[in-house]
């Protein structure tokens, strides 16, 4: 099934949206149409990896359990040919693994079925505005890491450190305060825009994958039963 809308005569950009169930799609499609975007349906993860690549949309709503080409896959190849279009990955209550490893694989957020269609709107708004990235500061340095806000580029010894938009917001986030602990609720708040969001687990999936991309350069320390800071690892 392929359904566009808007294509030509929406201001807001165009949103993908991969969902295998017709009436769950048609909802997605008529709210975000009515926020003023673009829509384009797909309901296989293959067709819809293509119209990825085709079509070049400024999000991507998916779903986790697409037939064929399955969400965390169409992620995982997403990611591994260099496009870091922000993706909102839909999900079952009952697929907490698939949903951790999809944003380990690179998804900016998820929601959890059933929803509500405005919470997918707001996501995909705040998606959008976290891709966009803070307003512009000076460059901040952290030991051998440099983080500017205006290139949206982190830089370890000078070489470059590929990250998603979420990723760097965060880094990017504790960087400007030096020392400054933040608890899971701040940041999910500052950096997500979520405040009283409940699922403080999203915070430490991004701090690990931090971790693991920045190796010993990471500045990220952990404050046991606070937060997060960034300091000078080799302090």
Not at 74 to 83: I, M, P, S
Not at 164 to 176: C, K, Q, S, Y
Request: aromatic content about 6%.
């Amino acid at each position: 099934m392929t359904q566009s809308k808007g294509l030509a005569t929406q201001s807001k950009g165009l949103v993908l949206v991969v969902e295998d169930e017709r009436h769950i799609a048609d909802v997605q499609r008529l709210y975000l149409a009515r926020e003023g975007f673009g829509v384009h349906v797909e309901s296989d993860g293959a067709a819809g990896l293509a119209a990825a690549r085709r079509m070049h949309p400024v999000a991507i709503v998916l779903d986790i359990g697409l037939p064929g080409l399955d969400g965390i896959t169409f992620c995982r190849t997403l990611r591994d040919a260099g496009d870091w279009t922000p993706v909102l990955l839909v999900t079952a209550r009952g697929e907490e693994a698939d949903r951790i490893l999809g944003l380990e694989l690179g998804a900016d957020d998820y929601l959890t079925k059933p929803f509500s269609p405005r919470e997918l709107v707001a996501r995909v708004r705040t998606v959008l505005r976290r891709a966009a990235g803070p307003p512009r500061t000076p460059p901040g340095s952290v030991g051998p890491l440099t983080v500017d806000p205006v290139s949206r580029t982190v830089r370890r010894d000078g070489r470059p450190v590929e990250l998603t938009a979420t990723e760097f917001n965060l880094i990017e986030h504790l960087v400007r305060h030096p020392g400054q602990v933040f608890t899971r609720e701040q940041l999910l708040a500052r950096v997500w825009g979520y405040p009283g969001y409940r699922d403080t687990r999203m915070v430490d999936v991004f701090v690990s994958q931090l971790r693991a991309k920045l190796g010993d350069a990471s500045p990220i320390r952990t404050v046991r039963g606070v937060g997060y800071s960034a300091t000078d690892p080799a302090g």
